[in-house]
């Protein structure tokens, strides 16, 4: 995936810094269902919120695919990882 309208993202996100690599610490499934698990590199891009469904989508590239991750910050949703999202999401030394 391709990631359109790169200007248009937010470069920092909480601790997340755009070009910074993270790795996953403790293992989450992302909107989508699709499992992020412990030891998956991160190269951060940027973040985008949607307020009206309390959405986030994070980008990254993984294993050299540029990927959105959609979460979803209701209770039941992603929320959890979002309000801990340090937790999940570790700098590489």
């Avoid at 989450?28 to 998956?40: K, L, M, Q, R």
């Avoid at 949607?50 to 990927?67: C, M, R, T, W």
Wanted: net charge negative; hydrophobic share 30%; glycine share 8%.
């Amino acid at each position: 995936m391709k990631i359109q309208h790169r200007e248009k993202l937010d470069t920092q996100f909480r601790h997340l810094s755009q070009g910074e690599q993270y790795s996953v610490q403790r293992e989450f499934s992302d909107y989508d269902g699709i499992a992020h698990p412990v030891g998956e590199v991160w190269e951060f891009i940027g973040s985008n919120f949607v307020p009206y469904h309390d959405g986030l989508s994070l980008f990254a590239k993984i294993n050299g695919e540029e990927q959105q991750i959609r979460l979803q910050g209701s209770p039941g949703e992603q929320a959890t990882v979002i309000e801990d999202l340090n937790e999940y999401l570790v700098p590489c030394a």
